[in-house]
């Protein structure tokens, strides 16, 4: 029984691949992963916080609640 073996095919020469695109490209994704991580940051903050605790009822995610205040 004859054996088959596997031919290695010729090597192709090609430019390599630029390193300014690949330093693009990594500043891109850097600053698109620092916005999404920053924003889940904030978002998680406002939603577990409760900022709105009648300081600033502009900033939270729950409604304001009333002021109540006291009777006399």
Same mark, same amino acid.
């Given at each position: 029984? +004859?054996?088959?073996?596997?031919?290695?095919?010729?090597?192709? +020469?090609?430019?390599?691949?630029?390193?300014?695109?690949? +330093?693009?490209?990594?500043?891109?994704?850097?600053?698109?992963?620092?916005?999404?991580?920053?924003?889940?940051?904030?978002?998680?903050?406002?939603?577990?916080?409760?900022?709105?605790?009648?300081?600033?009822?502009?900033?939270?995610?729950?409604?304001?609640?009333?002021?109540?205040?006291?009777?006399?």
């Amino acid at each position: 029984m +004859a054996r088959e073996s596997w031919v290695r095919p010729p090597v192709v +020469a090609r430019e390599a691949p630029s390193r300014l695109a690949a +330093a693009w490209r990594y500043r891109v994704v850097a600053l698109l992963l620092l916005v999404l991580v920053t924003g889940a940051v904030v978002w998680l903050f406002l939603k577990f916080s409760d900022v709105t605790g009648g300081e600033d009822p502009g900033i939270g995610l729950s409604p304001a609640r009333p002021t109540v205040t006291a009777a006399r």
